[in-house]
């Protein structure tokens, strides 16, 4: 309010409104005007709150303009031809009125010109007013919009999750009966041990390692490009290579196949357990699940996760300090996954950076209280504008979201390290990222 | 692709280079000729060197053809390498330098010209699709009258466009209706054979039908050959052999379905420039038969289409690059390798050194027309024409009682057909490896049948050519 | 006969795997060479042209780190060396926009989505293999038997 008008309400204070025979009190819900009721008097509040209500169409009180004091109530009903009261004025809190009668208006020549830029100006505030809720009520209607579409979301995924998590639970489980099947089938002990490895650990060569052997193969062994390329997929020694090429390559039909079955085996269940993180990651998304919680290994969960980003982090430099194995009550799968997210990211931001020698470094420590873990990489770091950004949901920086066996980010990290009470916290330069994870121990 | 196979690859180029080199060194004095001459001597080390390249390919069967032109230009022509050159009477007799050159343009070489051009441009008009649909129409739902009708189809086309060309197009009209067989019908086997074989019969049909015809044409001096007197004999052959290989199938390959339906969809062009394409081709055909009334020989009338569509934008610059360069080339080697046999006097004095008096004229075509027949199994056709029609062509009167079977020139006839006759393996003939790339039927089958064809066949060759000389027909 | 190869560029190598197994029958008649980005892939078809062999077809992933696949086909498409290269992109995310992409940009002969069907993917790679022997003029009898025979044989028509 400005001054001008502060002191114009104090003048109109003093004339008009100073008569004690017209004050009068209301208790806190009292009603002052009633909708389509008769008014003849002007009020002004000295002290208290008051709120204007028009009934809507389903006979609920809908809030049209909040009074403090110093402001006016009844102006429409004073100034208008029926003298009808709009809406019904109550006391949102105990308070004071003053007030002035019809004929004062008619008696007084300087009436007008006394009150008609008070007038306006109470006109102009309660404009204000319902523009501020107006915005408010958008606001509110949006976020009720949104909470709504994520339980839509929500029960979806919860659908879609059942689905898929039968379907990849058949093709888990089948593929886990078929290996062991397969194991029990094969005679000897030397199968068994090469179909075990296999199935164990997929294939551990990179691409180019494979074409580098394969071609000293070729020469070596003198045979032609695809089975020097099939020799050097298989996981066998040198020794045991040179052997069997010694041997006419009489046993390399049944090896080759073993170790094919074994490889194959592995890439399935592999593919079954990123299926199921990525459905557990959407369904997270939606409403937070309970679980059963079981004693579980932080170190452990941390080795579980490196096999499964296996395939990223060959090339990785990985050291893993452990204080403590640290014992929590938790699913140990949510921990694989906040650790699989983290990696990959590291290894992502390592291979962009194209470092030289990639160093994934993770510490686990504790005091009384908390665990704590931080997984530092080498990489490019996060750029300072994005930092504050990183854990939010929609945030990314791969071009193309999703690739396969991401979950969704760090936006899930946190909010599954959140579910745990435990935090989150990064810091970051050019060549040293760390993300520091705090853990109550209880 | 393997090493192996590298392998082999040195070890065969190793043999087809240093083979011919072996025999020019070896002193003259040791072959079994009386005074062989220098250039003799080292035609003698070219046909070697031929017949090995094209036989073991060790380059493509074209690039042996011109290497063969290349290495006669710069050993053995009246322009050769300085320290090629000899003279005297030990030395023998060399080669005009234009007259090898002019192999690449030689009649018969514009006569094949003029066939792509006619092929090209019905191909890319559709009119062979076309053909074929309202042809095979007539035969139509019993599957032995639809065999029949493919066989004649094809042969048909073969007749004067590539085999390897109307087999493609035939095969993929055949390919899409295969499924309709139901699994273990024989039938299937016996349809898929059945346009490699009328592919191959066919192209025996006109001088243009397939390259060893023309290298035949070559040697047929002398005597008339037109190309309606080729067709005189050549159609009803394929006719015979047709309906011998027809029989074939039907005896080993019974159908169990009861109805075949072939479709191919389309419609003639009526485009002005497909109309002239049709004229042009019909017109042509007629000015090959009847040469008698206007007097152009086939070399000539093959020129008509080339000038026609190329003036008229009908082939064009594009489809030229599209000629198939790689047949015309090899059969100007083989022509090349011919003229070297003839031009040097080597042909004459080997075949005075043998004493094939002695041998029974039968004998000798029988031997011939077998062995053209067994080498044409096991390589390219034209290759096989190149090598032996040159060696048969210098018979000439030397066999005594020869010309009671027709003389040299019905020889050569008689092996060239037999020639066209070998195609009991994939690898016999382009046809042969597409039909059998089809993936639907084995090699077993395609040899026991065409092992038939080919003895069967022969055994008409000696027939057709006691006929053609019964009618002296050659003169 | 030449040696001509089938580069396979996926980042995920138990997928890589499995198009590898896919096209296992095809390699006693090409090369086939498994790279687990476009970096590798790009090094492999240097030492490829430098033996003076062919590249015959690229299947590349789609979304990969550092180096997408088609932003690794386009590079290929506007190298002047790999003229008749056939591009196929497998993805898992076929979105509009990429798609139209890929196409504009990086000439793709096939678009493939994951997860794709084995003999889908041979017949595209039969189809391209093809494609491609013809368009360099190499000679097709070594490999006829692993050749799109539609198109060998409408090819075959053509000639003379």
């Known amino acids: 309010m400005s001054i001008e008008s502060n002191k114009g309400i104090a003048r109109l204070k003093a004339v008009y409104f100073s008569d004690p025979t017209k004050f009068v009190s209301l208790k806190k819900g009292e009603v002052l005007l009633r909708e389509d009721e008769h008014n003849e008097k002007l009020y002004l509040i000295l002290d208290g709150e008051m709120a204007g209500y028009i009934k809507d169409a389903s006979g609920e009180d809908f809030e049209v303009f909040r009074s403090e004091k110093d402001m006016f109530v009844g102006v429409y009903s004073f100034f208008s031809e029926d003298q009808k009261s709009f809406l019904t004025v109550r006391a949102e809190a105990d308070t004071k009125v003053a007030y002035i009668e019809q004929h004062q208006k008619d008696s007084d020549p300087n009436f007008a010109a006394h009150f008609f830029p008070i007038i306006v100006h109470e006109i102009y505030l309660r404009q204000l007013l319902a523009q501020t809720m107006s915005r408010e009520r958008q606001a509110a209607v949006k976020k009720l919009y949104e909470t709504e579409k994520m339980a839509t979301l929500g029960q979806l995924a919860a659908g879609i999750a059942h689905e898929l998590n039968n379907a990849i639970g058949v093709l888990d489980r089948n593929t886990e009966w078929l290996a062991n099947s397969l194991r029990d089938y094969l005679k000897s002990k030397e199968l068994q041990h090469l179909f075990a490895t296999n199935l164990e650990e997929g294939q551990t060569l990179s691409s180019a390692s494979i074409r580098k052997k394969s071609r000293s193969f070729e020469e070596k062994y003198g045979v032609s490009p695809k089975l020097a390329k099939q020799l050097a997929k298989t996981s066998l020694s040198e020794v045991q290579l040179d052997s069997l090429v010694k041997k006419g390559l009489r046993d390399f039909e049944i090896i080759k196949l073993v170790t094919d079955a074994g490889i194959v085996l592995h890439d399935m269940k592999i593919a079954a357990s990123h299926a199921a993180h990525v459905v557990r990651s959407v369904r997270e998304l939606g409403n937070a699940q309970k679980t059963i919680l079981v004693e579980t290994s932080i170190h452990q969960t941390i080795r579980e996760a490196l096999t499964l980003t296996k395939n990223l982090v060959q090339d990785v430099n990985v050291v893993i300090h452990a204080d403590t194995e640290g014992v929590l009550l938790a699913n140990p799968g949510d921990f694989v996954q906040v650790w699989i997210n983290l990696i990959k990211n590291a290894c992502e931001s390592m291979k962009l950076a194209q470092v030289n020698e990639p160093t994934l470094i993770f510490r686990i420590s504790c005091d009384v209280a908390f665990y704590t873990v931080s997984i530092t990489d080498n990489g490019t770091g ?61 | ?36 001459t220098v250039i003799e001597h080292r035609v003698i080390a070219l046909f070697v060197f031929a017949a090995i390249f094209w036989i073991l390919e060790p380059v493509p069967i074209y690039a042996t053809s011109i290497l063969i032109i290349v290495l006669e230009l710069v050993f053995l022509s009246d322009s050769s390498l300085y320290p090629a050159r000899g003279e005297g ?15 690449l343009a030689s009649p018969v070489i514009l006569l094949f010209l003029g066939g792509f051009f006619l092929a090209m441009a019905a191909t890319k008009y559709r009119l062979d699709q076309n053909i074929a649909r309202v042809l095979l129409h007539r035969f139509g739902e019993n599957p032995k009258w639809v065999l029949l009708g493919l066989m004649i189809i094809t042969s048909f086309f073969s007749m004067f466009m590539s085999n390897t060309a109307t087999t493609a197009m035939m095969l993929s009209i055949l390919i899409p209706v295969l499924k309709i067989f139901p699994a273990g019908d024989k039938a299937k086997t016996a349809f898929i054979l059945s346009i490699p074989i009328a592919a191959n019969i066919g192209g025996i049909g006109t001088p243009i039908g397939t390259p060893p015809n023309a290298i035949a044409l070559k040697y047929i001096t002398g005597a008339t050959m037109t190309f309606g007197k080729w067709m005189s004999f050549g159609v009803p052959f394929v006719i015979v052999m047709l309906i011998l290989s027809w029989v074939l199938l039907l005896i080993f390959f019974p159908a169990k379905t009861k109805t075949i339906r072939l479709s191919i969809t389309g419609t003639f062009l009526t485009t002005p420039k497909a109309i002239l394409v049709y004229i042009t081709f019909i017109v042509t055909i007629f000015l090959w038969l009847f040469d008698f009334i206007h007097g152009m020989n086939a070399y000539v009338v093959a020129m008509i289409p080339v000038g026609v569509f190329l003036s008229l934008g009908i082939i064009n610059k594009e489809d030229l690059k599209n000629i198939s360069w790689d047949v015309l080339w090899l059969v100007s080697g083989g022509i090349a390798l011919g003229l070297a046999l003839e031009k040097t006097g080597l042909a004459q004095h080997v075949i005075e050194s043998i004493p094939f008096e002695s041998f029974s004229p039968y004998v000798v075509i029988l031997a011939a027309a077998s062995i053209g027949l067994v080498m044409a199994n096991f390589m390219s056709n034209t290759a096989t024409a190149n090598l032996i029609l040159p060696l048969l062509a210098s018979l000439g009167t030397t066999v005594a009682g020869l010309e009671n079977v027709g003389g040299s020139q019905l020889i050569v006839l008689g092996t060239t057909i037999a020639i066209s006759l070998g195609m009991s393996l994939p690898i016999s003939t382009p046809p042969n490896a597409l039909a059998h790339a089809t993936g639907e039927i084995y090699t077993n089958d395609m040899s026991k049948i065409g092992v038939m064809i080919g003895l069967i066949g022969l055994i008409f060759v000696i027939i057709l050519m006691i006929i053609l000389q019964y009618i002296n027909f050659l003169t | 006969m030449e040696k001509l190869n089938i580069i396979l560029i996926e980042d995920q190598r138990e997928v890589l795997e499995a198009i590898a197994k896919d096209l296992e029958p095809l390699e006693d008649t090409f090369m086939i060479e498994e790279c687990e980005s476009a970096k590798e892939a790009a ?46 992109l497998l993805t898992g995310l076929a979105t509009h ?29 039969k189809q391209l293999i093809t494609e491609f022997i013809l368009d360099t003029g190499i000679p097709y009898e070594p490999y006829l038997d692993q050749l799109d025979k539609a198109i060998l044989f409408e090819r075959l028509r053509k000639t003379t």
């Open chain 1, 382 to 442: 996060i750029a300072a504008e994005i930092m504050d950004k990183i854990f939010q949901p929609s945030f990314t920086t791969k071009v193309n979201g999703l690739s396969f066996g991401l979950g969704l980010g760090l936006s899930i990290v946190k909010k599954i390290i959140g579910s745990y009470r435990g935090s989150i916290a990064v810091t970051s330069k050019p060549g040293e990222t760390s993300f520091l994870v705090t853990l109550p121990k209880k």
């Open chain 2, 1 to 36: 692709m393997n090493t192996t196979s590298k392998k082999t690859d040195r070890i065969k180029l190793s043999i087809a280079i240093i083979t011919p080199v072996i025999i020019l060194l070896i002193p003259k004095t040791w072959f079994p000729i009386q005074n062989l």
């Open chain 2, 89 to 103: 009477e030990n030395f023998g007799v060399v080669m005009s330098h234009k007259e090898i050159m002019s192999t």
């Open chain 3, 43 to 88: 090094e492999v078809m240097e030492t490829i042209l430098t033996q003076g062999d062919y590249v015959g077809l690229l299947i590349s992933d789609h979304v990969m780190p550092v180096k997408s696949g088609v932003e690794f086909l386009i590079d290929v498409s506007k190298d002047h060396r790999f003229p008749h290269t056939k591009k196929i």
């Open chain 3, 97 to 125: 926009q990429d798609t139209i992409q890929a196409i504009n940009n990086a000439a793709i002969d096939r678009y493939l989505e994951k997860p794709w069907k084995s003999d889908q993917l041979i017949h595209y790679v």
